[in-house]
């Protein structure tokens, strides 16, 4: 739970950075074309700021100088900073690999072993599955639902050919379901070597 909720809190952080960064540039051009309006009135206008740069640097210090990331336009990264832009598109994928790479990797094994399992694999979830499923389309069909993922028991969130987007009702609702698992889970009873047994509550 404490991974997923840093999980959660890391991509919350991600998209407000976005908004706030986008926000900035919006009330910079606003700026310009005020200015502009008096000097130059031909670029004053949204469609000229859109046109301009915009660009990631690291900046000049005692190591060199500035160093180049990322290039691309003002009206270009607006696009891609929306609500529903490639921006949040892409950090929805991460946080859905990532969760799912956590679980099948590092948790499965250490639960399924806790109450009782000799393998992994006997620790069966459908919401796990259903991330897997969604897991397989971002990285295998990019990004497009497949049949695996249209016919999902728990998250029944995209119809096959649809684009994998992560609305914050989808968030929601993943770690509401996330954790109502792992409280179930802690339900059960947990056998210890020394043959003490040991119910979570």
Known sequence: MRYSYDLLGAYLDALAGISRVRAELIHYQNDTITRLKQSDPDKA?????????????????????????????????????TSTGLDARLLGYMAITLLYGSWEDMFREKLAFAIGHPHKNDLKADLFGDLGSLRHAIIH???VATERVEAAKDLRWFCRGQTIFRSAEHVDQLFDQIDAYVTQLCGIRIQEPNGLTTRWS
């Open 45 to 81: 206008s949204e469609e000229f700021m859109d046109q301009q740069p915009m660009s990631h640097e690291f900046g000049a210090d005692h190591r060199g100088t500035p160093k180049l990331l990322h290039r691309t336009t003002q009206g270009e990264f607006k696009q891609r900073t």
């Open 141 to 143: 069909n990019h990004g």
